[in-house]
C-alpha cells in the first residue's frame, strides 16, 4: 500500500484491521486493545485516537493520556511526531516497546522539551500458567466500601513510583474515579489489617487475550516479609485463572521487584520504555 505523507486518524471502517494488528502482539498491545475490543475507535468513547500512515498493518499509534506507539518504521514514527506537535500536548507520558518508544521521543523532546524521567529498560513480562508462588489468600477483590483507606495506599503508591501527587491537579477527583471504577469492575486487589491495606495491585487494563498488572504496593511497615511476592501471585492467579496472560512491566533498576516477580514464574517477553512529561 502506497503511504500517505502524514499520518491519519483512524475511523471505524479500521477496527477489524486495528484488531488484527493488536491481535499480533497481545501482550506489549494489551492497554490499548482492551479499549479497542471494549469501546471501538470513536476518540470519545476511547479518550484518544488511532494515528496510521499506509493503513494500520503497517503503522499504529494510540495518541491519548498516553501515547503509544504499536508499530511502524522511523518515517512512521516520524510521521506521528508531527501530528503530534500540530496542536497542544495532550499526553503525559509516552510508553511502549523500546524500539518504538525511544525513537518517538528522540522526535518530540525538540518541541514539547525535557521529559521529568525517561525509563528507559523496562522489562516486559508475562505469566500464562499458574504462579509457582502460593497465592495469599488474604488478597481478595476490594469492596466498594473500602474505597477510602484503599484510595490512601493508591495515592501512596502513586507518588513512590511516579514521582508527582495525583491529586494536584484537580484535587483528587479525576483519580478518584479511576480507582473506584476499577474497584467496581473487580480488578483493584488487596490485604487489609483491619481499615488499613498491606498489600495492593490492580489490573489496570485487561484485554481478551492478556490482564496488565499494575501499581503493586506493600505498606512500608510491612515490607521484607513476603507479602509482594505473595500478593501479586494472587493477582496473577486470578489473571490466568479467566483464561488470559497476567503481564506487567517493571523498571530494570527495580532488582528486588524483578527477583520478585521471576519467583513467582514470570519470564521476559520483551523490553518496554516509559517517559514521563511534567
Given amino acids: ?17 486495528v484488531l488484527r494488528v493488536l491481535d499480533a502482539d497481545p501482550i506489549a498491545s494489551c492497554m490499548v486493545a482492551a479499549r479497542i475490543q471494549d469501546l471501538g475507535i470513536d476518540p ?8 496510521s500512515r499506509g493503513g494500520p498493518a503497517e503503522s499504529l499509534c494510540f495518541s491519548g493520556a498516553n501515547m503509544v ?12 511526531a508531527d501530528r503530534a506537535c500540530r496542536g497542544p500536548r495532550m499526553c503525559s507520558s509516552v510508553v511502549g516497546r ?7 521521543w528522540e522526535m518530540l523532546e525538540t518541541d514539547w522539551g525535557p521529559a521529568r524521567e525517561v525509563r528507559a529498560e523496562q522489562p516486559l513480562l508475562a505469566l500464562s500458567a499458574p504462579p509457582v508462588v502460593a497465592p495469599d489468600p488474604y488478597v481478595r477483590p476490594v469492596r466498594m466500601d473500602q474505597l477510602e483507606p484503599y484510595l490512601t495506599a493508591a495515592i ?19 483519580y478518584r474515579r479511576r480507582v473506584a471504577g476499577l474497584i467496581a469492575a473487580g480488578r ?3 490485604r487489609f489489617d483491619g481499615e488499613e491495606v498491606t498489600f495492593k495491585a490492580e489490573v489496570g487494563s485487561m484485554s481478551a487475550q492478556v490482564g496488565q498488572i499494575q501499581g503493586v504496593w506493600v505498606h512500608p511497615r510491612y515490607r521484607g516479609h513476603g507479602l509482594g511476592a505473595a500478593g501479586t501471585a494472587a493477582v496473577a492467579a486470578a489473571v490466568v485463572a479467566s483464561g488470559r496472560t497476567a503481564s506487567l512491566y517493571v523498571n530494570s533498576f527495580n532488582h528486588q521487584a524483578r527477583r ?4 513467582i514464574g514470570f519470564t521476559q517477553v ?3 520504555s516509559t517517559v514521563l512529561l511534567d
Fill in 44 to 51: 470519545r468513547a476511547i479518550n484518544g485516537e488511532l494515528w
Fill in 156 to 174: 501512596a503508591m502513586f507518588i513512590e513510583e511516579v514521582g508527582v501527587d495525583p491529586r494536584s491537579n484537580d484535587g483528587g477527583r479525576g
Fill in 69 to 80: 506507539p504499536l508499530r511502524g518504521d522511523l518515517d512512521d514514527l516520524r510521521a506521528f
Fill in 260 to 263: 520478585t516477580y521471576q519467583r
Fill in 98 to 104: 523500546s524500539e518504538l518508544a525511544l525513537p518517538l
Fill in 270 to 272: 520483551g523490553m518496554f
Fill in 1 to 17: 500500500m502506497l503511504k500517505l505523507l502524514g499520518a491519519r486518524q483512524l475511523g471505524a471502517r479500521d477496527r477489524v484491521h
Fill in 188 to 190: 483493584a486487589w488487596a
